[in-house]
C-alpha cells in the first residue's frame, strides 16, 4: 500500500498532463489533416506564414496557389486551418 502512496502524486501528474496537453493536440492534429484533406481547386486560403492565395492545383502533398504576384508551390501542411477558416467566413 506504502509503494502506491508513493507513486500516485506521479501518476496523477501524468494523468492531468495527459488531459489538457496531449488529448487537445492530438484532437486539433486530426481536424487539420481533415481540413487538408477536403481542400480543393478554387478555394481561398491563407499559409502560416500569411500568404493570400487561392489553389490553382492540388498534388498529394503539395499545393500551387496563386497570388497576385503569380504562382507559388507550396506544402499542404504550411495552410493555415483557422486564418482560411476566418477568411472564408467574411
Do not use: C, W
Request: charged letters at 25%; a positive charge.
Amino acid at each position: 500500500m506504502e509503494q502506491i502512496q508513493t507513486f500516485l502524486p506521479f501518476i496523477l501528474m501524468f494523468v492531468v498532463i495527459y488531459f489538457f496537453m496531449i488529448l487537445p493536440q492530438q484532437k486539433r492534429a486530426k481536424k487539420e489533416k481533415e481540413f487538408e484533406s477536403t481542400l480543393k481547386v478554387g478555394d481561398k486560403i491563407v499559409t502560416k506564414s500569411g500568404l493570400h492565395g487561392k489553389i490553382a492545383e492540388l498534388g498529394d502533398t503539395t499545393i500551387v496557389i496563386e497570388t497576385m504576384s503569380g504562382k507559388l508551390k507550396m506544402e499542404r501542411s504550411a495552410i493555415s486551418m483557422e486564418m482560411s477558416a476566418a477568411l472564408n467566413k467574411k
